[in-house]
């Protein structure tokens, strides 16, 4: 900060100041000087940091664009996962266990018993017929239930608090069937909402503005790395259609570099190109070791991206299988309980 000494000598000197208080006055504004310019670069460097970190998160890994990777066509398979890869992963840490979950809403036990693992970098695909339990258990994982028995532990860290910001916290991102979207707020509002990005930093967190140039830019940057199409992310979700909703739902789970991301039916009311944008993504978080949890009712879907298939029945775990061709049989079997 640039002070001109000589305008604050003489305006003193007007003031018929005497030359000690005149010390003194400039030595506070020298005081408030400094001050001022050491908040101001602290709020700039963090405001670097903060537009540094979005970005990285809105970055393609690979520098390609999702939705590039060969996916399923036409009923041609066309299966990019090779053995390798699977033992690979299968040596990978742990990012989510659960251990002996049960559920029960009233007299129904939803869950009863599930045990499963996702490893860092692995997509599995959570399968089994309506009312098996799925969204239950992705509900229970993510906060939202607190399940009547057993564990889940996300990244070593036990999860005791069910609530969906706890389980946010420890890195769990969810799109849940119901998509679960504020339809008052615009659509990337919604991306950021519980977690807006607030500032200047160093004012105390009450007292900050929300920073919707920031927040917008960012939503926008996902989504158009998605590859899909959701025109104006300044309207409300309410107007939106079925499959933008779904999308800003989507890429609202991937924006966050979180180490377990969770999709309930991602796809259910997307077309054939937005389905492929969304199953790239998952590829793509794959190959950035996130752990996902895939429920989909599309074998297709299924096949071209998990690396493991489990199948629920009725609140346990079926059976477990590799998916592809040669196994659809016995998902189908698993599912029924033939
Ligand atoms: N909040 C709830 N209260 C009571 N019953 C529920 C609740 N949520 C789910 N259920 C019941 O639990 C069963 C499993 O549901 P859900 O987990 O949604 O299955 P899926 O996602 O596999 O189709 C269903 O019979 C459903 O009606
Ligand atoms: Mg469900």
Redesign the pocket.
């Known amino acids: 900060m640039r002070i001109s000494w000589g305008v604050i000598h003489n305006a003193l000197n007007i003031l018929n100041i005497s030359a000690f208080y005149q010390f003194i006055a400039i030595g506070a504004v020298i005081v408030v000087a400094v001050e001022i310019d050491v908040l101001r670069r602290a709020f700039e460097r963090r405001r670097r940091a903060h537009q540094g970190e979005l970005r990285e998160a809105a970055t393609p890994p690979s520098g390609g664009r999702i939705g590039d990777e060969a996916l399923v066509t036409a009923g041609r398979e066309i299966r990019a996962i090779s053995p390798d890869e699977i033992r690979h992963i299968s040596q990978a840490e742990t990012i989510l266990e659960v251990a002996n979950v049960g559920k029960r809403?009233?007299a129904?036990q939803?869950l009863d018993g599930v045990n499963l693992q996702v490893r860092a970098g692995e997509v599995l695909a959570l399968l089994?017929?309506?009312?098996?339990?799925?969204?239950?258990?992705?509900?229970c994982i993510s906060g939202v239930?607190e399940p009547d028995t057993g564990t889940i532990r996300i990244a070593g860290t036990e999860l005791t608090i069910y609530h969906p910001a706890e389980a946010r916290k420890l890195g769990v991102e969810t799109v849940y069937?119901d998509l679960a979207l504020f339809e008052n707020l615009q659509a990337f509002a919604n991306f950021f909402a519980g977690r807006e990005v607030a500032g200047p930093g160093w004012l105390p967190e009450g007292l900050r503005l929300c920073r919707d140039k920031v927040m917008f830019e960012h939503s926008r940057a996902v989504i158009d790395g998605l590859e899909v199409r959701v025109p104006d992310l300044r309207r409300p979700v309410a107007t939106m259609s079925g499959g933008q909703r779904q999308a800003v739902a989507v890429a609202r789970a991937a924006a966050f570099s979180a180490p377990l991301v969770i999709l309930?039916e991602p796809t259910a009311a997307l077309g054939v190109r937005e389905s492929h944008a969304v199953l790239g993504l998952i590829s793509r978080l794959a190959k950035k070791r996130v752990g996902v949890i895939l429920?989909s009712h599309n074998m297709e879907h299924v096949m071209a991206v998990a690396h493991r298939a489990v199948v629920?029945r009725r609140?346990r775990v079926a059976g477990e299988v590799i998916p592809g061709k040669e196994t659809e049989k016995e998902v189908v079997a698993f599912m029924v309980g033939a």
């Open positions: 809403f009233g129904l939803v089994g017929d309506n009312g098996a339990g799925k969204s239950t258990l992705v509900k239930h069937q309930d429920i629920l609140g």
